[in-house]
Each structure stands twice: as C-alpha cells, then as structure tokens.
C-alpha cells in the first residue's frame, strides 16, 4: 500500500474543496458586506461652520435652513416704505405669479391685490404687434416665423426704440401707450430710486409649506426685465425729443432696477441684473449726445454713475446663494422627510455614471465629509475670485483643471458600492459638478460689466466738457482734472479706453475680451471701423471690441 501517494491524493482533494469553499465564499462575503453596509447608520450631521457652512437659523430636525436664512438676509432693513418690490408689483401686477398666491403674495408685501384690467408687460407686447401689422402687409411673413417674419421685425422695434432715441411723430401709436400708461410706469420710476428691495418668494407666503432653495419660485425675474424695457423705452423717447432730465429719470431707474436685482444671492438674478444695466447702458451715450443735457444735468449724471456699485457681485452669489442651494439640496439628501423619502434623490444628479451611487441609495455615507468636500471647493473659488484680476485667469484654468479631474472613474462608482469612503468621494464630486458653475464664463460676465461702466462714465465726462464748452474734445486729457480725477481704465487693457473725436460725435471703445485694439469693430456688426454701416456685417466674436459712436445712425 503507497502510504505517501494517498496522503497526496487526500491534500490535493482538500486543496480543491478550499479553493471551492473560497469560490463560494467571495460572493457570500460581498453580499455581507453590502447589506451591513446598508445597515450600518451614517454617522449624524453636524452643524458647523466646515460642514453646514451655517450654524442658524434651524429648522424642525435641528439643520440649518437655508431658505429662511436667504430670506433673512434679502429683507434685512426692509420697509414698506423703502421696498421697491412694492410699486414694481403694483406697476406690472401679476406677472409670472399664479393665481393661487395672489392674496397670500400681496399680504406678506403689505399691499392690497392690484385692480388693473390687464398686465402692463403684456401689453407693452401687444402694442408693437398693432404697429407691425399696420405698417406691414400680412402677406410679407415667413411661412416658419425665421428672419425677415414678423416676429423679427417686432423684436427689430423693440430693440430699436429702447436702444435710439424716438419720437412721437416717429412711432406715435407708442408715443400714445406711453402717455396713456403714465401713472403706472412713473410707480416703475418709484421702484428703480428706491433703496431696498425684497420679493418674498411665492411659497414662502402660503403658511408652512416646505420647498428647497432649488425649488424656490422666482417670478420677479421677468418682471423685472420687463420693467427695465419699459422704462428704457420712455427714457429714449423723452430722449428724442429733448426731455433729457426725464429722460435720465427713467434711465436711472433703470439702473436702479438692474442694482434691485443684483441684490439677490443666486446666479441667475446677478446675471440679470447685469442684462439690465447692459440696457441702460446701450442707451446712455445717445441720452447725452441726442438730448444735450445741460452742464449740471451731465455732471448729475456723471456722478450718478461713478457712486452706483456695479450690478454683479460674483463673489457674493457664489458664497452665498449658490453654496446655500448646493448644501440645502445635501442636507435634504442626508435627512430625510417624515415619510422617510430622501427630498433630495439620486435621480436629481441627472448623470448616468450615478447608477452605481442610486443602486446604493440608502447605505452608510459620511454625509459631514461630503459637506467638507464641498465647502472646499466653494472656498478654493472664492480665493481664486479675490485674487488681483492679472492673476486670476490662470488661478481660474487651474481651478477648472482640478475641478474636472475629481470627475468619478467607472473603478470609484464600483468601489462605491460596498466602501462607503469611495461612495463619500463619488458623492462629493457629483454635486460639485452639478451645482458648481462655470466660473469662468461668469467672471467674464462680470469684466464685460466693467468694462461698460468704464466706458459710460467716459461718455458722462465727455457730456459734461460738451456742454460746457460746446463740442467734444480731441482727447481724454482734457476733461482731467476738472471733470474727473482720473481717465477711467479699461479692465482688459490697464489703460485708458479709446477715444477719437469724429465729427460732431465721436468713438470710444474697450479692446474687449481679446484684449487687441480691432479698429472700432463691434460684436453686433453695426459699428465697423467705428462706423455705423446700413447692413449688419459678419464680424468673429473674437476679433472685435465694446465700442460707443454717437451720434447714432438714423432711426427708420
């Protein structure tokens, strides 16, 4: 009998069933480690400033809540005596606002529901449809609503007449809505020279209905878009025909407008703000040279402008109204609601490498990391954006280079379902990436706002030297020190803007985002070596400058 073969024989059988053990074991193992992953409690959420960003106010489990905190801060200070919210509303009531807030909405503003047969904004629609259709044969539209329809030469009109000086014998149907609405937008002049502003949100005055931050209601937007139009459009008709006190009256409200929205903390009503002021802009230069205000007026105006803050403040939205919304929408992932449902789901990342982080919905999360992780990146952005503007774009690329490089791989959404620190990180990134913006395209947004401002308080220095001494003059030099202390610089360059005297008007242009002098080419195409040309040209976005040459081209 071979005593040593069958010792082999048996090793070997015993090797095979623990290899067969070990294969059935790995899944059990897994399968183990998921569900008592599952059923291990996260550790709870703690209000800090590292986590929650916030420490008050609470709500009901104890977390911070952000939606009273936002309301709180917009109606610090508020009166109905200061709220320009209040003659806005009256003016342009009801907007956006669905039916069912209209008594609550007027309570919580301390105004009773406005009687108006119609809306205000609607109707300042409705009377450049009657124009259009008088002017032009019905047959004349496109068959699609694409250029050179109907709908084109409307959005023509109303761009033209809030852009150019008008008047009555011009456009008098307008002329005619205009006088007879007098009192209603005067209530939009009301509002613009008001100090404060606040809007309650829709929700917030129907009692204790709960809503996200993301869900929150913003109806005031487009009223406040509407309003600034309107009032542009009176001010550029007072403008045309030489009103130019009234005519800076309404512009100022318009300005007033755009600083009302602004002062909002989410991204959106920043860069509404911005649009606004991007309106009344478009229209100063021509207020100045086409009414020819007096010395005084000028001056009024010119100071106006060099004391009213900048509409944007990237800084304030970031830190504020969009870290606020991207923490709320964690906070309301991390608890849930009474009925135990998540108020803030996994379907809401709206990414498809989620699914392995949906699949496990539910299990351990170190919710205060994620918290942590975020807030990082929040702090890392508002470094970047108080650095001096020379260094910022490269700290931006880099950011943005960091940024996408958090982006999950396919092996951390795996790992993420039975780890729950690769699950933390996986998580972490995902809202970074939903809620965090495009820095740079707004930090853009907000140089191209000074640079305006630059160039409107130029053209307010130049309407004062004009009025006190008849023409323009030959260069920027001269309306220092008696009109300005100092050239206003343009932000791309460091430098003064630039400006040439071209007859009885002349050109003043920013080199623009490309940072190179084109020659006066604006992105419109109107204005083409500072010229107003009779056909809109082609000209590369790119390859062009922010431009101001008065006087303006006759308005047909």
């Given at each position: 009998?071979?005593?040593?073969?069958?010792?082999?024989?048996?090793?070997?059988?015993?090797?095979?069933?623990?290899?067969?053990w070990?294969?059935?074991a790995?899944p059990?193992?897994?399968?183990?480690?998921?569900?008592l992953?599952?059923?291990?409690?996260?550790?709870?959420?703690?209000?800090?400033?590292?986590t929650?960003?916030?420490?008050?106010?609470?709500?009901?489990?104890?977390?911070?809540d952000?939606?009273?905190y936002?309301?709180?801060?917009?109606?610090?200070g508020?009166?109905?005596?200061?709220n320009?919210?209040?003659?806005?509303?009256?003016?342009m009531w009801?907007?956006?606002?669905?039916?069912?807030?209209?008594?609550?909405?007027?309570k919580?503003?301390?105004?009773?529901?406005?009687?108006?047969?119609?809306?205000?904004?609607?109707?300042?629609?409705?009377?450049?449809?009657?124009?259009e259709?008088?002017s032009?044969?019905?047959?004349?539209?496109?068959?699609?609503g694409?250029?050179?329809?109907?709908?084109?030469?409307?959005?023509?009109?109303?761009?033209?007449?809030?852009?150019a000086?008008?008047?009555?014998?011009?456009?008098?149907?307008?002329a005619?809505?205009?006088?007879?609405?007098?009192e209603?937008?005067?209530?939009l002049?009301?509002?613009g020279?008001?100090?404060?502003?606040?809007s309650?949100?829709?929700?917030?005055?129907?009692g204790?209905?709960?809503?996200?931050?993301?869900?929150?209601?913003?109806?005031?937007?487009n009223?406040?878009?509407?309003?600034?139009?309107?009032?542009?459009?009176?001010?550029?008709?007072?403008?045309?025909?030489?009103?130019s006190?009234?005519?800076?009256?309404?512009?100022e409200?318009?300005?007033?407008i755009?600083?009302?929205?602004?002062?909002?903390?989410?991204?959106?009503?920043q860069?509404?703000?911005?649009?606004?002021?991007?309106?009344?802009?478009?229209?100063?230069?021509h207020?100045?040279h086409?009414?020819?205000?007096?010395?005084?007026?000028a001056?009024?105006?010119?100071?106006?402008?060099?004391?009213r803050p900048l509409?944007?403040?990237?800084?304030k939205?970031?830190?504020?109204?969009?870290?606020s919304?991207?923490?709320?929408?964690?906070?309301?992932m991390?608890?849930?609601?009474?009925?135990?449902?998540?108020?803030?789901?996994?379907?809401?990342?709206?990414?498809?490498?989620?699914?392995?982080?949906?699949?496990?919905?539910?299990?351990?999360?170190?919710?205060?990391q994620v918290?942590?992780?975020v807030?990082?990146?929040?702090?890392?952005?508002?470094?970047?954006?108080?650095l001096?503007?020379?260094?910022?774009?490269?700290?931006?690329?880099?950011l943005?280079?960091?940024?996408?490089?958090?982006e999950?791989?396919?092996?951390?959404?795996?790992?993420?379902?039975v780890?729950?620190?690769?699950?933390?990180?996986a998580?972490s990134?995902?809202?970074?990436?939903?809620?965090?913006?495009?820095i740079?395209?707004?930090?853009?947004?907000?140089?191209?706002?000074?640079?305006s401002?630059?160039?409107?308080?130029t053209?307010a220095?130049?309407?004062?030297?004009?009025?006190?001494?008849?023409k323009?003059?030959?260069?920027?030099?001269?309306?220092v020190p008696?009109?300005?202390?100092?050239?206003?610089?343009?932000?791309?360059?460091?430098?003064p803007?630039?400006?040439?005297?071209?007859?009885?008007?002349?050109?003043?242009?920013?080199?623009?985002?490309n940072?190179?002098?084109?020659?006066?080419?604006d992105?419109?195409?109107?204005?083409?070596?500072?010229?107003?040309?009779?056909e809109e040209?082609?000209v590369?976005?790119?390859?062009?400058?922010?431009?101001?040459?008065?006087p303006?081209?006759?308005?047909?």
């Amino acid at each position: 009998m071979n005593v040593d073969g069958i010792e082999v024989e048996k090793r070997k059988s015993r090797t095979k069933w623990l290899i067969v053990w070990l294969i059935a074991a790995v899944p059990v193992m897994l399968i183990s480690i998921v569900i008592l992953d599952r059923n291990l409690p996260s550790p709870p959420l703690v209000v800090s400033k590292a986590t929650t960003r916030i420490t008050s106010p609470l709500d009901k489990n104890g977390l911070p809540d952000y939606v009273a905190y936002l309301r709180a801060l917009e109606s610090e200070g508020v009166t109905a005596e200061n709220n320009a919210a209040i003659p806005l509303w009256r003016a342009m009531w009801p907007g956006d606002l669905d039916a069912e807030y209209h008594e609550p909405f007027c309570k919580a503003l301390g105004m009773s529901v406005p009687t108006y047969p119609d809306v205000l904004g609607e109707q300042y629609t409705a009377i450049f449809e009657q124009i259009e259709g008088e002017s032009q044969d019905e047959s004349e539209d496109d068959a699609d609503g694409t250029y050179g329809g109907r709908g084109e030469r409307i959005d023509d009109l109303m761009t033209t007449t809030c852009s150019a000086p008008w008047t009555t014998e011009q456009v008098p149907k307008l002329a005619r809505w205009l006088q007879a609405n007098q009192e209603r937008i005067d209530l939009l002049v009301d509002a613009g020279h008001r100090e404060k502003y606040y809007s309650p949100t829709p929700q917030s005055t129907v009692g204790s209905q709960e809503y996200s931050l993301i869900e929150t209601l913003m109806p005031d937007v487009n009223l406040l878009r509407n309003a600034a139009r309107i009032l542009s459009c009176r001010a550029m008709w007072h403008a045309g025909e030489g009103r130019s006190a009234e005519a800076w009256r309404d512009l100022e409200a318009a300005y007033g407008i755009a600083q009302h929205s602004s002062g909002k903390h989410t991204l959106v009503q920043q860069l509404v703000g911005g649009a606004i002021e991007g309106m009344a802009a478009n229209c100063l230069p021509h207020l100045l040279h086409e009414s020819s205000p007096s010395a005084e007026l000028a001056r009024e105006i010119l100071g106006g402008l060099q004391s009213r803050p900048l509409p944007m403040d990237l800084a304030k939205s970031i830190d504020i109204g969009e870290r606020s919304m991207c923490l709320d929408a964690l906070k309301r992932m991390a608890v849930p609601s009474n009925d135990g449902a998540s108020q803030f789901g996994m379907e809401d990342l709206g990414v498809d490498y989620a699914q392995p982080l949906r699949f496990s919905a539910g299990a351990r999360m170190d919710w205060n990391q994620v918290f942590r992780n975020v807030n990082g990146w929040y702090d890392r952005i508002m470094e970047v954006t108080r650095l001096p503007r020379d260094e910022r774009e490269a700290a931006l690329a880099q950011l943005e280079a960091d940024f996408q490089s958090t982006e999950p791989s396919p092996v951390m959404m795996a790992f993420s379902l039975v780890n729950a620190s690769a699950r933390t990180e996986a998580l972490s990134a995902m809202f970074a990436g939903l809620f965090i913006p495009a820095i740079t395209s707004v930090t853009k947004a907000e140089v191209r706002q000074e640079a305006s401002r630059t160039l409107s308080i130029t053209a307010a220095a130049l309407a004062v030297f004009r009025a006190e001494n008849g023409k323009y003059p030959e260069s920027l030099d001269a309306i220092v020190p008696s009109i300005v202390s100092t050239i206003p610089l343009d932000p791309y360059s460091g430098q003064p803007p630039i400006y040439q005297r071209r007859g009885d008007g002349y050109l003043l242009y920013s080199v623009f985002e490309n940072k190179t002098d084109d020659g006066g080419d604006d992105p419109s195409g109107e204005i083409i070596n500072g010229e107003w040309v009779s056909e809109e040209a082609d000209v590369p976005g790119n390859q062009t400058d922010m431009v101001i040459r008065v006087p303006r081209k006759p308005v047909r």
